[in-house]
Every structure is written in structure tokens, then in C-alpha cells.
């Protein structure tokens, strides 16, 4: 869970804090039993910790500050639990690629193991992370997945996505919703293995319950600390809410599972459900930590889908948004997208080794519009030496991802947006691309960047060779302002697609 989340426990009203005090007193023996040299960062109160020092604060800028004071490693003692941020390029690659292993463990919580059940691609951990992450990669690989088949789907998905934007005659109009659609449409026909019709009931439905959990998921997460809160009267961190949603989106897979099991082909699965479903019939040991099970898929795909429609969808967003701001940095986008492909066809992925433009600008948008600056949250699952500290067991422990996207000493400049700063003199990118964590690293990268990365290509060269996108008036652009939640969105806005001749 994000430290950020927990600044929503200041609006208590009395009686609450009376609780949160008394309950805090049963627990703050905890804190007595860490060792000595935890790694440095502020005192705090006792029994609440610095759950003040985020009042009404940007948490990005509050943990730059305090790794000025305290450097690249330091904590923050949230109630009853220790939050180690770990801060800069180097720090972060020897934490989580050179201690990989001791580090790609998530915390547990409320949320986990009581919604989730600690399965799943994204919120488990030990050998069972191990295990599914390999088989989803291996399946998507054995089906095509990364291959021209997937490509075909999601070229399927743009050509939907431009007659919707062509539609609005270049009228102001927010692209962001039907960005959403596209991509988890995406991720349906991998998963189920077909496509939905944007106007289909069921189909939106699910795209709404996605994006509603995720969003009341910042605000929920901080059961995962006080579980206690959740018997509080009335649903004040939408506990209720999120546990029926999350029922929703299960049933709606569910769904799904059973009608595959009875259509399945064995010898020529057609998607992630059928393969799951094979091997589970296949599936004999009882050593291995991963059972193949009915939940095991339903909350891997659901996994899937949040991992995948949200984030890429907020790239999209932004990326849309420094276009909107810098016109000549589309026109000259849009120059290369013409020398390249045209304007007579679609633009295909073996035309991206020839658009080293394109690639500046999206490694730019990653560093830029910083779309998951503190990741998810690892967990200590024992005490972990590291760099002369130790990490107490039990610990949560943040990759600041920020520390480096917005690092001066890696990045001149690094509040201006120049995709330039990617390129050499031959024109083609300089390697400091390799600096840019947008989609994480180490054990837990994310496993969709591949996925991401030819849907972003796919989808934006394809919007900037048929359209020029304005402000919705010239006196009105939109601001950079964001909100950090799971992800750091940008605020919504419309603009307008002006179709090219």
C-alpha cells in the first residue's frame, strides 16, 4: 500500500480518533522491537508516526525532500509499521535486480489476502509468483501473443478507436473513456478470446467496475494497516464498495471460465482461459505452490485487466496532452509518420525501427508524465541486510521511481518536455532511454511492456496520421496537474481531433 493513501485518516471525527488511539496503544510495542540501524527518516509522533508530516502534502515532493535530508534509503514510520523508500538509479538497481530475490515479495494485507487471496499475478509472492508469472508469459508466447496475431487484434482495436474519434467532427471531446475501452478490449481477446462491441452493456460495465476499484483502492488501502477500520460504522473507506465490485468483475469472469470449459478445444487453445484451464487438467502435484485452481485464474485475469487497461490508457492520456501543448513536437511526429508509412495504409510494428522520433517522444511521455512513480509496494518477508541497515521484517518497501525520472544529474532540464534529449547526433536514441523505469524492474517488472509498448505505437501513430489535435480553444490548454493514486493520472480534459485531408 502506497504511504500517500494514508493522509485520508486525518478527517476523523472524535470519537474515531479515540479508537485509532486506544487500538494504536495495543500496538505500538511493535515499533520496540525493530533493530538499531533501520534506515534513517523522521522521528514522528508516537503511536501515529508521520502520518502528519503528508498532511495535504505531494507526497513526491515530501520524499524528495526528505531523501536531501537522509539519502537515497530512508523510513517512515506509518502507525504501527515501518515504510522503507528506496530513492535513486543505483539504490533501486541494487535493491531490486542485484537483491532480487529478497526483494520481490509483497507485503500482505487486508486487501490481499482477504479480496485476493494472496493469488494471482500481481499480489503474490515467494514460488507462487515465481510459478504464474512464468506460465502466463510462456502461454502468451506459445499463443502468438507476441506475435503478428496480437498485432492484428489491436490493429482491430485502433481502426474502432479512430471511427469513434472521427465521429466528433472536431468537436471538443475527451478521448481518455473509449482509450479505456480499446485496450481492455485488448485484453478480452487474449483472455476470452473475443472482442466486445463498445456499446455492449456487460462490456461497459466491467470497464466502469475496473476503473472505479482501482480508483477506491488508494483510498481503502489503508485497511491493509488498520484492519480494524473496516467495523467502523457506514463505509467510510469504501470497503463495502470494493469487496461487491471486485464480486462483480469475479462472477463476470467467472462466467467466462465456465463457458470456455464447455467449448475448449485441448488440442488448439485459443486464448489465456483455455490454456489455464488445460493445464489445470494436467495438473497432478500437489508440491508446487500453484494449483491451477479456478481462483488462481479468475484473480489472474482480473489482475490482467487492472494491470493493463489503466496504465496504458493514462499513457495515452498524457501522451495526448504533451501533443496538445507542444505542436511542433506533433508536426514533426507526424512528419515521420508520413515519410515512413504514408497516409494509404495503417502503420505496422515493422515500421517502428524507422521512427526513432516516435520512440524519443513516448521514452519522453514515460520520464515526463511519470505514470507510476512509487510502483506497487514490496514487503519484507524477513529481516533484510542492505547497504549496512537492516530492513525488519515485516517492513513495506517503496521503489521511488520518481527519484529517478526527475533526477537532474540524469536528466537535464528535468521539468522541461524534450524528447530530443533521447537522441544522439545520428539521430537514432542514445541509450539513456535505459534510465527510464517506466514499467518497474527486477523480479517484479511488469510483465505487460511488451503488450504496452505495441499498443502505445500501434494506437498513437495511427491517431497523429489521421488527426492534428488542438486545445479545445486556443485560450484553453489543459493542465499538467495530476492525480496520484495507483497510477499519476492527468487531470481530464478534451481537446480537439481535426481530421487530416
Given at each position: 500500500?502506497?504511504?500517500?493513501?494514508?493522509?485520508?485518516?486525518?478527517?476523523?471525527?472524535?470519537?474515531?480518533?479515540?479508537?485509532?488511539?486506544?487500538?494504536l496503544i495495543l500496538l505500538v510495542s511493535r515499533s520496540l522491537q525493530w533493530p538499531a540501524n533501520i534506515p534513517p527518516g523522521p522521528t514522528g509522533y508516537p503511536i501515529i508516526g508521520c502520518i502528519t508530516l503528508l498532511r495535504n502534502r505531494n507526497i513526491l515532493e515530501v520524499f524528495r525532500?526528505?531523501?536531501?535530508?537522509?539519502?537515497?534509503?530512508?523510513?517512515?514510520?506509518?502507525?504501527?509499521?515501518?515504510?522503507?523508500?528506496?530513492?535513486?538509479?543505483?539504490?533501486?538497481?541494487?535493491?531490486?535486480?542485484?537483491?532480487?530475490?529478497?526483494?520481490a515479495d509483497r507485503p500482505g494485507g487486508f486487501l490481499e489476502e482477504k479480496m485476493f487471496q494472496e493469488k494471482g499475478i500481481v499480489f503474490s509472492s515467494g514460488n507462487y509468483v515465481k510459478q504464474i508469472r512464468t506460465f502466463t508469459s510462456a502461454t502468451f508466447r506459445n499463443l502468438g501473443f507476441e506475435k503478428r496475431s496480437l498485432e492484428l487484434r489491436i490493429q482491430e482495436e485502433v481502426t474502432a478507436y479512430l471511427e469513434i474519434i472521427e465521429k466528433q467532427n472536431g468537436e471538443p471531446y475527451d478521448?481518455?473513456?473509449?482509450?479505456?475501452?480499446?485496450?481492455?478490449?485488448?485484453?478480452?481477446?487474449?483472455?476470452?478470446?473475443?472482442?466486445?462491441?463498445?456499446?455492449?452493456?456487460?462490456?461497459?460495465?466491467?470497464?466502469?467496475?475496473?476503473s472505479e476499484t482501482l480508483r477506491l483502492l488508494v483510498v481503502g488501502g489503508v485497511i491493509n494497516t488498520f484492519p480494524w477500520l473496516r467495523?467502523?460504522?457506514?463505509?467510510?473507506?469504501?470497503?463495502?464498495?470494493?469487496?461487491?465490485?471486485?464480486?462483480?468483475?469475479?462472477?463476470?469472469i467467472g462466467e467466462q471460465i465456465q463457458e470456455h470449459r464447455h467449448k475448449m478445444d485441448r488440442d488448439n487453445p485459443r486464448d489465456f482461459i483455455e490454456a489455464f484451464l488445460i493445464q489445470q487438467q494436467k495438473k497432478n502435484s500437489?508440491?508446487?505452490?500453484?494449483?491451477?485452481?479456478?481462483?488462481?485464474?479468475?484473480?489472474?485475469?482480473?489482475?490482467?485487466?487492472?494491470?493493463?487497461?489503466?496504465?496504458?490508457?493514462?499513457i495515452i492520456h498524457w501522451a495526448m496532452l504533451f501533443l496538445i501543448h507542444n505542436k511542433p513536437i506533433q508536426?514533426?511526429?507526424?512528419?515521420?509518420?508520413?515519410?515512413?508509412?504514408?497516409?494509404?495504409?495503417?502503420?505496422?510494428?515493422?515500421?517502428?525501427?524507422?521512427?526513432?522520433?516516435?520512440?524519443a517522444f513516448m521514452t519522453e511521455v514515460f520520464r515526463?508524465?511519470?505514470?507510476?512513480p512509487l510502483s506497487l509496494p514490496h514487503g519484507a518477508k524477513k529481516d533484510i541486510s542492505f547497504r549496512g541497515m537492516?530492513?525488519?521484517?515485516?517492513?513495506?518497501?517503496?521503489?521511488?521511481?520518481?527519484?529517478?525520472?526527475?533526477?537532474?544529474?540524469?536528466?537535464?532540464?528535468?521539468?522541461?518536455?524534450?524528447?530530443?534529449?533521447?537522441?544522439?547526433?545520428?539521430?537514432?536514441?542514445?541509450?539513456?532511454?535505459?534510465?527510464?523505469?517506466?514499467?518497474?524492474?527486477?523480479?517484479?517488472?511488469?510483465l505487460g511492456e511488451s503488450l504496452a509498448r505495441m499498443e502505445l505505437f500501434l494506437f498513437m501513430t495511427s491517431l497523429l496520421q489521421r488527426f492534428e489535435f488542438l486545445p479545445e480553444s486556443p485560450d484553453k490548454l489543459p493542465t499538467f496537474d495530476a492525480t496520484l493514486g495507483i497510477t499519476r493520472a492527468a487531470k481530464d480534459y478534451s481537446c480537439r481531433a481535426i481530421k487530416i485531408q
Open positions: 500500500m502506497n504511504i500517500f493513501e494514508f493522509t485520508s485518516l486525518v478527517n476523523f471525527n472524535t470519537v474515531t480518533v479515540t479508537i485509532v488511539v486506544v487500538l525532500e526528505l531523501r536531501g535530508q537522509y539519502g537515497d534509503v530512508f523510513s517512515l514510520k506509518i502507525g504501527p509499521n515501518l515504510n522503507v523508500i528506496i530513492n535513486g538509479r543505483e539504490a533501486l538497481r541494487e535493491a531490486f535486480i542485484k537483491q532480487g530475490d529478497e526483494f478521448m481518455k473513456g473509449v482509450a479505456v475501452l480499446a485496450v481492455s478490449n485488448v485484453i478480452c481477446s487474449m483472455t476470452f478470446g473475443n472482442r466486445f462491441d463498445y456499446n455492449d452493456t456487460k462490456f461497459k460495465r466491467l470497464t466502469t467496475l475496473i467495523f467502523l460504522p457506514g463505509d467510510r473507506f469504501s470497503i463495502k464498495k470494493i469487496v461487491d465490485n471486485i464480486k462483480e468483475i469475479k462472477d463476470f500437489s508440491d508446487e505452490d500453484l494449483k491451477f485452481d479456478d481462483m488462481d485464474l479468475m484473480i489472474s485475469v482480473m489482475n490482467l485487466f487492472f494491470a493493463g487497461t489503466d496504465t496504458t490508457a493514462t508536426d514533426k511526429l507526424r512528419q515521420e509518420i508520413m515519410t515512413v508509412v504514408g497516409s494509404s495504409r495503417l502503420p505496422s510494428l515493422a515500421d517502428k525501427t524507422d521512427m526513432p522520433y516516435y520512440e515526463k508524465g511519470n505514470i507510476v537492516v530492513i525488519p521484517k515485516g517492513s513495506t518497501i517503496m521503489p521511488n521511481f520518481d527519484s529517478v525520472m526527475s533526477n537532474p544529474d540524469l536528466f537535464e532540464d528535468p521539468d522541461e518536455f524534450r524528447p530530443e534529449r533521447f537522441l544522439g547526433q545520428d539521430g537514432k536514441m542514445n541509450g539513456k532511454e535505459r534510465d527510464v523505469m517506466a514499467f518497474s524492474l527486477g523480479r517484479r517488472v511488469c
